[in-house]
């Protein structure tokens, strides 16, 4: 018999994150700090929030601040953005997204600064 999971997972996201060129945003994504090498957690995607912020705007203080959301199946991966982002900054945070129940994500990571490339 199949137990399915009715709490949210604690854990979060371990990620590394930086700007490649062409407006695209490299990130590799953990479930575990120890890891050294990318991987989901079992039964999540990647949530991404991020918000594009000119060279004079503030850091958001916190996630609910970014207000483009996305996910991915994959935990090494990139992050497309509009060319005319280049030069700017993107605030990113990142969390477990539960495959079929968003009561179930994970706690959303620290706010990471990019710059897009």
């Known amino acids: 018999m199949l137990t399915e999971r009715h709490a949210a997972t604690q854990n979060q996201v371990w990620v590394i994150a930086k700007g490649i060129g062409g407006a695209k945003i ?19 995607n990647v949530g991404i929030d991020y918000l594009i912020l000119n060279q004079t705007d503030a850091i958001p203080a916190t ?36 495959k079929t129940n968003p009561a179930l994500d994970g706690p959303k990571s620290t706010i990471i600064v990019v710059i897009i490339t």
């Open 26 to 44: 490299h990130y590799e994504a953990r479930a575990d700090k120890s890891s050294h090498r990318a991987a989901k957690l079992k039964g999540y």
């Open 63 to 98: 996630p609910d601040l970014l207000t483009v959301a996305t996910s991915s199946t994959k935990a090494n991966h990139t992050l497309d953005l509009a060319l005319n982002t280049i030069g700017k900054r993107v605030a990113l945070t990142f969390y477990w997204k539960h």
